[in-house]
């Protein structure tokens, strides 16, 4: 696991350790990912709503035909390879 180093003025890191104290989490890190893990939720629960309002917006919807099929298994495989070498 990496190690991140941050600076905090003393009523956030007091406010930490109340919260470790009190039991809520067992380290300031598991508190600060805890934070992180929210955060980035938050982020994609945020996109999915942007992609279903940009959905809701494209017009009428259309009936799927094998090409179509076929096109977006086309897409859907090529985003996946390019983020598997991105990951690379």
């Known amino acids: 696991?990496?190690?991140l180093n941050i600076s905090l003025p003393d009523?956030?890191?007091?406010f930490i350790e109340d919260e470790v104290e009190r039991g809520d989490y067992s380290t300031p890190s598991e508190f600060i990912r805890e934070l992180v893990r929210a955060a980035a939720k938050?982020?994609?629960e945020?996109?999915?709503e942007r992609l279903l309002l940009d959905g809701l917006k494209s017009g009428k919807a259309t009936p799927m035909t094998k090409k179509d099929w076929a096109e977006l298994r086309k897409r859907v495989l090529a985003?996946?390879?390019?983020r598997v070498r991105r990951r690379a």
């Open 1 to 3: 696991m990496a190690t």
């Open 11 to 14: 009523s956030m890191r007091a």
């Open 42 to 44: 938050r982020k994609a």
């Open 46 to 48: 945020d996109r999915l």
């Open 79 to 82: 985003g996946r390879e390019e």
